[in-house]
Every structure is written in C-alpha cells, then in structure tokens.
C-alpha cells in the first residue's frame, strides 16, 4: 500500500497492508485529514518516525468481532496499555505508556490501510458523509474545552487565533450562546467564522481586556501575551497550542490576577459525532482543498502555507466519492 | 511616628500620624510582620515608595463607628475603588484601581500607626495572642488554596517550598486529612513541618511525581520545573511564587497532560482568624526573630537570609508585649 512516512524526511513510500494484532480491527482509509501536529512531526517534533495521520473515516474489513464488519468507522487516536494507574484511574488518554496514532509509537492513517483496537473505534452515523466526518478527531479536541471548563450562555469568552482549530472552536462555543470573539491574522478566515455571529478582529492593534474565558489556539508563542492582557482577573485561558522551544514565560504573571490556565489536547469522539449529525457543526467551509494520496507530500506542503485551512487526503479506492467535491462545491 | 520607608532606600525616618480619610479609622499598629514581598519591594518591585508592611496587629484609637473604638483589630490589604466592574462582580481584591496597603498606593504598617477602612477591619478574638494575630493575613493566602482548588482528604499534595508561607501553607493542608509532601532546602525548616506528619525531602534529588495537586510557593523559578515534572497528568498546579523577571517557560507544557495552573495571592479573614482561635494552627514556630521599631532596617535585613522565617517587628507601646517572648519561649 502507499503511505506518507516520515523518517527524517517526508516520503510516499510502498509498504506491506499492516497485520491486525489482537483486538484490532484491519481498517481501508476513505479519508484522512492533515493537522497541525502533523506538520509540526514532519520538522522533527514528537521524534517520531513512522506513517503520519490521526484524523481519519475509514472502513472496517476485518475484526474480531464479526458486528463490526463493514462499518464505516472514525477512531480515537490513543492507545493506552490498559492496566498501569492512569488507565486504571479513568485516565487512558494519559496512560504514561501510550501509543498515539501517527504521534507516539504507531502507524498513523496517510496510508490506504491502519490497524487499530475495537475500543478505539466510533460507528460513523449514514447521515454524516466522509468529509464531515473525517473532522470528528479536532471537533472532539475543540469539545474538550467545554470538558475541562464550564463555558456558560453568558460568560465573554475570547479564542485567540483563526487557524482550522481555532475556527472549529469558534463553532463549538458559539452553541454556547456565549459573548464569543475570536482574534486573528488571515482575513478570509476572519470571514468565515463572522459570518457566523462570531465578532472577529484583526490581531493587529487587539487590546480589549477582561474576558472570562480566552482560548490560545495561535500554535505559536505570539498567543499567550494576548491572552494573558485579554483575561479578566480570575479568569481561564484554555491553552490549545503546543510548539517546541523553551519560550520566554515568567508564570507569575498569573499570580496577582489569580488567573486559571488549563492545557487542554483530546476530547470526546461520541458527542463530536453527534454534533455532525445533528448538522449543528458544518465543517465543510473548513477544508481548503482535497488531494489524491499519491500527491501526499505536495498535500502537506501546502497544509503548511499561512492562511490555509483543512487539508484532506483521499483514498485510490474512494476518490470518486471525495475529489468530485471541492471546496467551493460544497 | 516612626516608620520604615521605601524610597529608593529602606530608610527609618519621623513621619506625622496618618489622618483618616471618610470610612476610615486610625490605627496604632501593636505588631508587624516582615513577609517576602516587603523584601522584594525593598529592592524595586512594583515600584511602591512609602511606608513598607502589610501585616499586622492593631488597636482601633478612632473610627466613625464608635463600636469599633478600642477593639484589637487585623486588617484586609486591599482598598477597592468600589464601583468598578470588577467590585460590583464581587471581585474586589481585582479592582484595577485598588490601593494596596504597603504595596501599591498606601503606606504600610511598619510605622506606628496607618489608617485603613473600616471595611477592612476584623476585630480578633480575645483568646489569639498578638503574635498569633499578625499571621492572619500570610494565613489567609494560604486558605486562598482551598478557595480556589477542591483538594479532597484523599488528595496527593506537594507543597515545594520551605520557607514561612510554605509551612503555612502545610499547616493549613494537613488539616485536610490530605497524603502530604513539602520538599525544601532547609533542614531546620523541614524538620519543624515533617515534626508535623507531613513527608518532607530535600530538594536536591527529588524526583517524585503524580501528585494530584503542586503547591509552588519557593519564591524564585527553580519551583516551576519541579512542579510540572511533579504534577499528575489533568492534576493542579496552585502558584503562590511571585518574582520579577521574564523566566524561560514554554507554557505549552501544560497542554499534553493537560496540567491546569491557578494563580492565587490574598484569601479570606474570618476563616484565618477561627482557625488561630481554634489553635488549629499555630505559627509560634514559624517566628525567627522580634525587632523593635527602631532596628526595623536590621529586621529586614535579616528577614532577607536564607532560612529565615517570620521577621515581627513590634512597636514602642508593646515592645512588653512581645519581646519578652522569643521564638525559644513562644
């Protein structure tokens, strides 16, 4: 099969379909999705070497279950050891010894086959097609935010940064009925989440100051000043980001306004489904183009251009279904 | 009246008694307590110029309110404007505006006498000495933590720091019925709260972790990497440190194991004051030294070495009082 691998360099390389281990289901990739931290592993963070992907719908054409068969399925992209505290405490996705899909010690889905556990898997409803659903890993990301903390109808809440998860977060918590401001530099992307109700600004001259909530979800150390002038005293900033480097940070700054940071990474996949289903998410405008997998590496490179938003790869097998939908289209 | 000033130097000068403004009552300070942020003041931090101190005891010698006149009071720092936002929200501590006794906009209590108002007043019970009293306020941002955190008495703590409002800190948690931990630099220190039943290490070699809550309270950026190594992952970091400088932090180091940091500084009176009065906590131990007014300078200037505790500075009128009890006697 084909595959994106990085292993020092970025190449698209012939590998052999990889082999169920117990548990697993044998999975045919209709779709994948390029994030962020997919870029970041192509420059060599995470050291990770091996087939890059975590966002996916793929088909199941083996398990051992017989019930699963046939589905059309999203997963869940940690994969705990099951037995050690943090799994035990109900903390899997912290599991010290985990595997990560394409991040840490696994194969990731820019390939035409992944194998993963049954328990990672989510039945994707009929009613969701492939380049919706293909977004339920970041959309159960941004969803963790309202997880970890409680985002209420009238708090004014502030997310820093008009990347794909920055404006996927903006989707989420505008269902909130909250105050909601978003901050950013590409225009067209400012844009897009305006004309949802979301009040936008460019991040040049933003000085407004004393919201209960700010999410940084810039990627890039430029994010956390802005939040920590934009937060109320005893207010929450949700960090989002990760980028490598030391950065320049005296965390007392926290100190006097007794404000809360919470780093938030995966959420919930069931209700990130459900929110797809319900039509409530319309990630469609998101994508910025669809690439075959034989043009991974260009896929990438150009995922990595400032201002574009969701890159999608589709499968040989199921390109009819995808390319004939481009962003415009859909 | 004599009083020890900041102005560029720390310098002991005459001064004429304070008048009290509307509200506001006149107060002869009885005790004084020396505590790390007077130190960093005494070496241009926050730019504050006048009279230095925060904590103390006092007699109330006039107030608009007759039934507060002669009554032994402490005090709360903070002077709100108010009418803000944020002292409508009923954040007054935040007010933008506040004036902070001895540390922004307000002379302080190392003088023999400081107005403050009545607002700011909570009398103390006949039955907590002087030398007890004037802890309430350090013992207040202690109780700030269990504002802020919901630490359970099955909770994991680690408090990293030895110094007095470390220990004060440990005294207050210990009374949780938490698993507790202090790690510090100073032997005699750690002996005094490991006396306690509280499990203390040197700093040097410590490499435990999966705490469920980190109290940072060193004073200086050596805490923060202990803590984040220490801090389980979707556990608390509670920071009390504060410290000038830029510091070299990457703050994205919380979001993997979506660590939460909560800053926190001032805390509630009244509860402070029960817990001196239920003798449930007693800094008798805590105290190093009692200065008279007159070697206020020497008293800061001790209070700045290291291992050095709680520096009391008491004034003319009481010097009976308090400096037949030193620390060995108390």
Redesign the interface.
């Known amino acids: 099969m084909q595959a994106l691998v990085y292993d020092g360099d970025v190449r698209l390389v012939d590998l052999p379909v990889p082999e169920p281990q117990a548990g697993e289901a044998l999975l045919r990739i209709r779709l994948a999705g390029i994030c962020g931290t997919d870029l970041h592993i192509s420059r060599g963070y995470a050291d990770f070497h091996g087939i890059l992907g975590h966002e996916f719908v793929a088909d199941v054409m083996a398990a051992p279950e017989p019930q699963w068969l046939g589905r059309r399925v999203v997963g869940e992209i940690n994969l705990p050891c099951g037995t050690c ?2 799994c035990q405490a109900g ?1 899997p996705r ?1 599991c010290a010894a985990r595997r990560v899909l394409g991040i840490r010690g696994k194969d990731g889905c820019l390939a035409e086959f992944i194998t993963l556990p049954l328990a990672n898997l989510h039945a994707v409803p009929d009613t969701v097609p492939d380049a919706f659903a293909v977004f339920t890993e970041p959309l159960a990301a941004a969803l963790a935010i309202l997880e ?1 903390v409680h985002i209420c109808p009238s708090s004014r809440v502030l997310v820093i940064g008009d990347g794909k998860l920055g404006l996927l977060i903006a989707q989420v918590l505008r269902l909130v009925g909250c105050d909601l401001h978003l901050v950013g530099r590409q225009p067209r992307n400012l844009d897009l989440i305006g004309a949802r109700g979301v009040k936008v600004y460019p991040a040049d001259g933003f000085a407004q100051a ?1 919201f209960d909530v700010v999410i940084e979800v810039t990627g890039n ?1 430029s994010g ?1 000043q802005t939040a920590l002038q934009a937060v ?3 207010g929450t900033i949700v ?14 700054a ?12 995966c959420g919930p996949f069931a209700p990130a489904l459900r929110l797809l289903a319900r039509r409530l998410i319309n990630p469609k405008k998101l994508i910025s183009r669809v690439y075959p997998l034989a043009q991974a590496r260009e896929a990438l490179a150009y995922a990595g251009q400032r201002g574009v938003l969701k890159i999608l790869v589709e499968m040989p097998l199921y390109e009819s279904n995808v390319s004939v939908v481009p962003r415009a289209a859909l």
Chains 1, 2 share one sequence.
């Open positions: 505290a943090w903390l912290h970890q004393g150390p956390w109320r005293p005893r960090l989002k980001s990760t980028y490598p480097g030391r950065g320049a940070e005296n965390p007392t926290l100190v006097v306004p007794e404000v809360t940071v919470v780093g938030s990474r």
